[in-house]
């Protein structure tokens, strides 16, 4: 049986993050910029509901690369941890965080809560 993320050990995290390295299909999230029939897929979830607007798209899957995801933190009085991830363009974040929680728990759980991109193409945060 899975657990919640308050019972998970670090070696438990490190080995769910892990799985997510290298080359994968990535379902965008209901709330992007995707266009769907000219149409951006944030607008329609806005304008039917998200239940209504999933059941009127058919967002396909993108190919993603995770070149390094490592874990550093575990915070389990308030149930979250901190990643470090280099990916590829246009690899959503917010949809990498909602698979590790589904990962780690089996449940629809995972969001994120803070991101700091650090590195654009040859532009780096100092």
């Known amino acids: 049986m899975l657990k919640s ?12 993050v892990k799985i997510f390295l290298g080359i994968h299909e990535q379902m965008p999230p209901i709330f992007s910029a995707k266009q769907v029939d ?60 909602r698979d590790i929680g589904k990962a780690l728990t089996g449940k629809d759980v995972g969001y994120l809560k803070y991101l700091l991109r650090t590195q654009v193409g040859e532009f780096k945060l100092t």
Do not use: W
């Open 5 to 16: 993320i308050s019972e998970l050990e670090r070696p438990e995290f490190e080995r769910v």
């Open 38 to 97: 000219g149409v951006r897929a944030y607008k329609l979830a806005h304008k039917f509901g998200k239940e209504t607007a999933e059941k009127m798209m058919q967002l396909k899957p993108k190919t993603i690369t995770i070149h390094d995801i490592e874990l550093l933190d575990i915070m389990k009085d308030n149930k979250s941890f901190k990643i470090r991830v280099t990916c590829s363009s246009g690899t959503y974040i917010r949809s990498l965080a």
